[in-house]
């Protein structure tokens, strides 16, 4: 179980260094195609467009076959996507072919941790994944920025092989051959995937079927009093996270001056800071106390407007480690909550597809409100303070809606029950 464990470790490090890594490189050739600055929200959007239109199918696939299984065939979808670009394709489609891939990937990831793992043990589990997977957005964001930059790109550009015309001429060309390079690491990774054992009564086909199915499980979800207010706070959490991380590099361009390969460096600044957080919460807050961290939401939101008074990189520097700790720290156990309740519900493939399509769809809706406001001028720090409100506003109210369920029954008495 242990080997298995890190293993999957393994697979979700170099497929989220890779992905992270490509959406650099992608953003850097939007700006050298002159693309206009709204574009940019659009390249995130169109990654996570089929996270929501294939969850009713994605869940049912995840639990037909071996998970292993399903995440090498959701990464050589997104080495074809990668592939794409290379025979001149727009970036805002081959990178939704990529994203088509995470989207496979996605249940499949997060639901073998429930089939390999007891619930006592899916906090620290869940802390050990997302540590590691903030780690791979930290050298991702390092290595998007480096990879576009115009030192790495010439010594990739210099490498001749004999007798062997590889047909790579430009930056984004060499930077992309060192993404597959990792994708392909990833998938040896999945092959090494021990095959569970868990099986699930067989899959329906049927697309109107799969639909009713996923907007059952949905609406069991939604119903359940734990799972409510979990899927809320996580629904939140992945939606200004996406949203966050063009914020900081628009921010980090019209408040710090800084160029774009290094303002990367300032995102990955913030997933140090949600590393942080993922481990101390993974080694202090037990499933049984998951909710108590609720209000560390609600800080977050009111720091992050303390960004519109800060010009310099060394105020910046701790105050983007404090948001994201605090980030870090309340969502790693919401999502093994979310993870146990899906569990004891549904099956887990179907309740990470209904997480997936919740967190997503806040993903889509946030980053195109962003990019209407930058079509309309709005000022940077106008945008800021309206996200940091949103976001303490929002988490207040599912703290008050957690007291008001609480008052009517004592919803934590239900963590830690068995399947049925």
Not at 167 to 173: C, L, N
Request: aromatic share 10%; proline share 4%; with cysteine.
């Amino acid at each position: 179980m242990n080997r298995g464990f890190y293993t999957i470790m393994a697979a979700q490090f170099f497929s989220s260094l890779a992905d992270n890594a490509l959406f650099f490189v992608a953003v850097d050739l939007l700006v050298s195609m002159k693309s206009p600055a709204w574009i940019t929200p659009l390249l995130k959007l169109s990654f996570v467009l089929f996270y929501v239109l294939l969850a009713a199918f994605v869940g049912a696939f995840a639990d037909a076959l071996p998970k292993g299984k399903v995440m090498f065939i959701a990464n050589m979808v997104k080495i074809f996507g990668c592939a794409l670009v290379f025979f001149h394709v727009h970036p805002l489609l081959a990178y939704a072919v990529v994203g088509f891939g995470a989207a496979v990937y996605s249940p499949a990831k997060y639901g073998i941790l429930t089939e390999l793992l007891p619930p006592e043990k899916l906090v620290a589990a869940n802390g050990w994944i997302e540590g590691l997977t903030v780690t791979s957005i930290i050298l991702g964001t390092v290595m998007g920025g480096a990879l576009v930059s115009g030192h790495v790109s010439d010594m990739l550009l210099s490498i001749d092989i004999p007798l062997v015309d590889t047909g790579i001429t430009s930056k984004t060309e060499a930077a992309l051959c060192v993404v597959v390079g990792i994708y392909a690491l990833a998938t040896l990774a999945n092959l090494k995937i021990p095959d569970t054992g868990c099986v699930y009564p067989h899959q329906e086909r049927n697309p109107i079927k799969l639909i009713t199915d996923f907007a059952n499980c949905y609406s069991i979800l939604w119903k359940d009093k734990l799972g409510q207010i979990t899927l809320a706070v996580t629904t939140l959490f992945w939606g200004a996270g996406a949203t966050l991380q063009l914020i900081v590099l628009e921010w980090a361009k019209q408040s710090l001056n800084m160029p774009f390969d290094k303002a990367t460096s300032l995102v990955g600044v913030v997933a140090i800071g949600v590393a942080a957080g993922a481990v101390l919460s993974a080694r202090f807050i037990p499933l049984r106390k998951s909710l108590t961290v609720i209000p560390l939401g609600i800080a977050m939101g009111v720091i992050v407007m303390m960004m519109t008074q800060v010009h310099s990189v060394w105020i910046a520097y701790p105050l983007l480690i404090l948001i994201g700790a605090l980030s870090g720290f309340f969502v790693v156990p919401m999502n093994a909550l979310l993870q146990h309740r899906g569990h004891v519900l549904m099956s887990a493939g179907h309740s990470i597809a209904v997480q997936n399509f919740n967190e997503n769809l806040s993903i889509l809706t946030m980053l195109a409100v962003y990019s209407i406001m930058i079509r309309l001028h709005l000022p940077l720090n106008i945008i800021i303070t309206l996200f940091g409100l949103f976001v303490a506003g929002t988490m207040y109210a599912i703290m008050r809606k957690h007291k008001l369920n609480q008052a009517e029954h004592d919803n934590l008495s239900l963590i830690g029950e068995q399947k049925h």
